[in-house]
């Protein structure tokens, strides 16, 4: 499956951004989906994901409250809305994917297969 990360950009301190990542190549409803991100120096750490059908989400505790991942799986997109942003969410968002599976371990970056290209969020103070 092949994933193309957009929405990205400049905004202030408590400000909102909406990142999208669209997905072709394979059935978007039999992955499970996630966003992560990087800082520099830093490791790629996770934020936020959702199970193929979308009844399940998990968030990292430093984004739960200010961020809202869904899906669309007509449009095999899958979205990050970020609020309340703070210039520590600053980082090059990367959406993930993972064939469906029982045990999935949505937290670590090894739980993904497939990887966007990325996307920059600057959010200054």
């Known amino acids: 499956v092949q994933l193309q990360a957009s929405g990205g950009g400049l905004v202030q301190a408590g400000g909102s951004l909406r990142l999208s990542c669209a997905t072709s190549g394979r059935t978007f409803s039999n992955y499970d989906m996630g966003w992560l991100r990087q800082a520099p120096g830093k490791e790629r750490e996770f934020e936020a994901a959702?199970?193929?059908?979308?009844?399940?989400?998990y968030y990292a505790d430093s984004v739960k409250g200010r961020f809202t991942i869904s899906r669309d799986n007509a449009k095999n997109t899958v979205y990050l809305q970020m609020d309340s942003l703070k210039p520590e969410d600053t980082a090059v968002y990367y959406c993930?994917?993972?064939?469906?599976?029982?045990?999935?371990?949505?937290?670590?970056?090894?739980?993904?297969?497939?990887w966007g290209q990325g996307t920059q969020v600057t959010v200054s103070s």
């Open positions: 993930a994917a993972e064939f469906r599976t029982t045990g999935w371990d949505y937290a670590n970056p090894y739980g993904y297969d497939y």
């Open positions: 959702i199970r193929w059908h979308g009844d399940n989400t």
